[in-house]
């Protein structure tokens, strides 16, 4: 048993990895800001991760064996946490994001064209970080949110007084209406409704985790001891048109698709630029990694059922 912390864990994958840890037999611990309650037998400390006198103050009597941070967005945020934790965690995993290696946002090494990217493309130990930027500002950290969350990771691997981990997680489906961002349910949408699916002229893939798999490879992060990145994904990488065919399988209606032009908005995971992750130090640290195919049709299925029929 070891006593773990979850910054965070009030929905979607995060709610599972407190279940899963829980079941395993650890000590849980949740911080968050108290719009939801942990399951019972959870330490529940209402904290805004914020305010660092506050969190200080919550956990002066505490040690942990793991944070698990699942809501770390800001350098400032990774400051503020990594000085309140400093010799109070044994070991600190930062959930980060395939946002990361999107060269939209970053000058970034070259990989070539269409190989996976492997987790030292952004190293967080050589990466800058500007505290100084405007990371209090709600506007301007949704619209910084890979470059927050590379600072993020800087600020962490460079801390004293705890070994280090991030999961930089892939785009995340599954679950139906717990699926908040609708980024599956567009699909089943548009899709089933006879809409048009918007792609670029040249739709690249990315790649993709399942909801319960993120949660059960967070809880496999808190307990192991490697140090650094590790990207979260499953096999086999998609394009738009290959989550749109699985998903008009499953609706029973072929998508319509309409090419945009350079520069203007597409339907999400439609994208011009290739950034799909490697899976294969993950697999060389023991996990075992499912493929997208396989449970990408039941995510959809789960969708449908929470979706309005096309004729409402």
Same mark, same amino acid.
């Given at each position: 048993?070891?006593?773990? +912390?979850?910054?965070?864990?009030?929905?979607?994958?995060?709610?599972?990895?407190?279940?899963?840890?829980? $079941?395993?037999?650890?000590?849980?611990?949740?911080?968050?800001?108290?719009?939801?309650?942990?399951?019972?037998?959870?330490?529940?400390?209402?904290?805004?991760?914020?305010?660092?006198?506050?969190?200080?103050?919550?956990?002066?009597?505490?040690?942990?064996?793991?944070?698990?941070?699942?809501? +770390?967005?800001?350098?400032?945020?990774?400051?503020?946490?990594?000085?309140?934790?400093?010799?109070? $965690?044994?070991?600190?995993?930062?959930?980060?994001?395939?946002?990361?290696?999107?060269?939209?946002?970053?000058?970034?090494?070259?990989?070539?064209?269409?190989?996976?990217?492997?987790?030292?493309?952004?190293?967080?130990?050589?990466?800058?970080?500007?505290? #100084?930027?405007?990371?209090?500002? #709600?506007?301007?950290?949704?619209?910084?949110?890979?470059?927050?969350?590379?600072?993020?990771?800087? @600020?962490?691997?460079?801390? #004293?007084?705890?070994?280090?981990?991030?999961?930089?997680?892939?785009?995340?489906?599954?679950?139906?209406?717990?699926?908040?961002?609708?980024?599956?349910?567009?699909?089943?949408?548009?899709?089933?409704?006879?809409?048009?699916?918007?792609?670029?002229?040249?739709?690249?893939?990315?790649?993709? @985790?399942?909801?319960?798999?993120?949660?059960?490879?967070?809880?496999?992060?808190?307990?192991?001891?490697?140090?650094?990145?590790?990207?979260? +994904?499953?096999?086999?990488?998609?394009?738009?048109?290959?989550?749109?065919?699985?998903?008009?399988?499953? @609706?029973?209606?072929?998508?319509?698709?309409?090419?945009?032009?350079?520069?203007?908005?597409?339907?999400?995971?439609?994208?011009?630029?290739?950034? $799909?992750?490697?899976?294969?130090?993950?697999?060389?640290?023991?996990?075992?990694?499912?493929?997208?195919?396989?449970?990408?049709?039941?995510?959809?299925?789960?969708?449908?059922?929470?979706?309005?029929?096309?004729?409402?």
């Amino acid at each position: 048993m070891q006593r773990i +912390c979850v910054i965070g864990g009030s929905r979607y994958f995060g709610k599972l990895l407190v279940g899963r840890l829980q $079941a395993a037999g650890h000590q849980v611990t949740v911080i968050n800001r108290g719009s939801t309650s942990p399951p019972t037998g959870v330490e529940h400390l209402v904290v805004d991760r914020n305010d660092e006198a506050a969190l200080t103050a919550a956990i002066r009597f505490r040690t942990f064996d793991v944070v698990v941070d699942q809501v +770390c967005y800001t350098p400032v945020q990774a400051a503020i946490a990594a000085r309140a934790f400093a010799d109070r $965690a044994r070991r600190y995993v930062m959930t980060s994001t395939i946002e990361v290696y999107d060269p939209a946002t970053a000058a970034l090494p070259a990989v070539p064209a269409g190989a996976p990217v492997p987790e030292e493309t952004v190293d967080p130990a050589a990466w800058r970080v500007a505290p #100084d930027l405007p990371w209090h500002d #709600d506007a301007y950290v949704e619209g910084h949110y890979a470059e927050g969350k590379r600072q993020a990771e800087a @600020v962490f691997a460079r801390a #004293d007084g705890f070994a280090y981990a991030t999961v930089r997680s892939a785009h995340v489906l599954g679950g139906g209406a717990q699926e908040f961002t609708g980024r599956l349910a567009h699909y089943v949408s548009r899709i089933a409704r006879g809409e048009e699916v918007l792609v670029h002229a040249r739709a690249l893939p990315t790649v993709f @985790v399942h909801h319960r798999e993120l949660a059960e490879l967070l809880a496999w992060a808190a307990t192991a001891d490697f140090t650094g990145p590790v990207n979260a +994904c499953s096999d086999g990488p998609l394009d738009v048109y290959g989550v749109a065919a699985i998903t008009a399988a499953q @609706v029973g209606r072929e998508p319509v698709y309409r090419t945009v032009s350079a520069g203007e908005p597409a339907s999400p995971f439609s994208f011009d630029r290739h950034y $799909a992750m490697s899976n294969a130090r993950a697999k060389a640290l023991g996990f075992s990694i499912s493929r997208s195919t396989d449970w990408l049709p039941g995510a959809v299925v789960e969708t449908l059922t929470t979706e309005p029929s096309p004729t409402a």
